[in-house]
């Protein structure tokens, strides 16, 4: 690749690929929507190297300054590589009009199972495999032409293992429209500075429109001041997600003042006593969905049953399928019941109960007659006592429903459950069953027959080749695994 560049213009037509591939009729740049920052350099490393494979191609970098060719060798691979990192950036912003979404993602996280991804890109499980991304990169946000690219921007993912400052808050001046932003430390290092999380405060308060803002496993020690930029944001902000741990600090100490959130999700979290009552004087009055997954709470009070207390009136998801909280023999969890006194518009509802919990449930589908789909999780529990229970109500909506607990039931207790109910199920699931075998999986197909649409079943029980047959014939997406079960009582917190 060749170039003939002034220092303040630069052409589509410097750029001369020494091949012999004929010019594409195509303009690619001003389709481009997306571009990840360490592709691009994965990418370019692999084609020098490759380059220098081919023994009989006369491959020239061309500069104002010099002329190389790839097969002398030596050490100048690198700045050939950072040369054309920076050709090429100046290139993207001048002629990608089109450009939506810039990533940063070193641990390809993002586009690994993404099918448009080049697959000669290697895949990098390990932050400490990664080579930094050369400054020429991430100095695209100061190149001519980065005004009218980058500012088009309305996704940011950034993934780095280090610290990329200039980048940010060269990016905070000329993207300001960004509807998402993902901030994911999980492969990043240990040189954690406040200095520097708050350039990514600045990226975050600098924007007009922001929407979505997740953040992964960021270090606690840098997270207010990358959160300080959250308040700003308060107007137009509508889905907040975190994962991961927190010490010494509490999320919701900027959490409780964006009130107009809509979506609200918290994944392998760990909170501290201090924050009930922070929450307790929070409210979200838009509130529509409720996420907590793999949470621990270090007292016996459930923080999200807080929030839902609050601000549960237009909740139609909530999603509570597995915590944990001190061990306590006289507490009995009341999430259920106040689910179902707080949630009367509740659609989607995911939860992990013990049998001391099983009449809050039955209260809830009395509570919840808009229920459409519901995936109940649990420990070892007889289980035939709540179907019947539930059974007593109808549920005209009830299109999906799992069950993912060692629960013993019957055939029968499974019938009655479906027929007076008059449940419209279109999707049915069973998994980490001890009980399910041939005789539940028949009444299923006798009960719905081709009205399913998907099966899924795990269970230490065998179903007989001629029921797995029939079912197959019967259900268009339908699975079955057969699993053991170690331990009872696997799942209970």
Known sequence: MAHNQTSTSIDMQDFVVWTTASPTTFNYLSFLRHIDLNDLFLALTDGVKYLRTKQDLNFVIAS???????????????????????????????????????????????????SYRCSSIPNISFWITCREIPDELLLIPTYRGADNCLSQLVEFYWGATHWTSEFLVALSKVSRRLRKIVINMSNFG???????????????????????????????????????????QQKTLRRFYFQGMVKDWSVFSELVHLTNLQEMSFVQANFRCSEVEMISASHFPKLTKLVFNVAWFRFPIIIPEIIIKNSG???????????????????????????????????????????????????????????????????DEEADDLLLQLANHELPNLSEFGIAAQWTFSPLSLETFFVKSKAPLK???????????????????????????????????????????????????????????????????
């Open 313 to 379: 009136k237009k909740i139609t998801t909530f999603s509570l399928p597995q915590y944990y909280y001190p061990s306590c023999d006289d507490f009995v969890p009341t999430v259920a019941l106040s689910v179902a006194k707080y949630c009367p518009n509740l659609v989607h509802f995911e939860y992990f109960a013990k049998k001391k919990e099983f009449p809050q449930l039955v209260l809830l589908f009395a509570s919840c007659p808009l229920l459409e789909k519901v995936m109940i999780a649990g420990c």
């Open 427 to 493: 999707s049915f699931s069973v998994s980490l069953s001890s009980c399910f075998a041939d005789e539940h999986m028949n009444v299923v197909l006798r009960c719905f027959g081709d009205a399913l649409t998907r099966v899924h079943v795990e269970t230490s029980r065998e179903i007989s080749k001629k029921t797995v047959t029939k079912a197959n014939k019967h259900i268009h997406d339908f699975s079955y695994k057969m699993i053991e079960i170690f331990e009872p009582g696997l799942l209970c917190r």
């Open 64 to 114: 104002q300054h010099s002329t190389s060719q790839l097969k002398n060798g030596g050490n100048w691979e690198n700045e050939v590589i950072q040369e054309m990192a920076r050709d090429i950036c100046k290139l993207l912003v001048l002629h990608c009009s089109n450009m939506r979404d810039m990533s940063i993602d070193m641990a390809n996280r993002k586009w690994s199972s993404d």
């Open 190 to 232: 240990r040189n954690e500075s406040n200095e520097h999380a708050r350039n990514m405060g600045k990226l975050i308060n600098a924007q007009t429109a922001l929407q979505d803002i997740q953040f992964i496993k960021c270090k606690p020690r840098v997270l207010p001041a990358i959160m300080f930029g959250l308040r700003s």
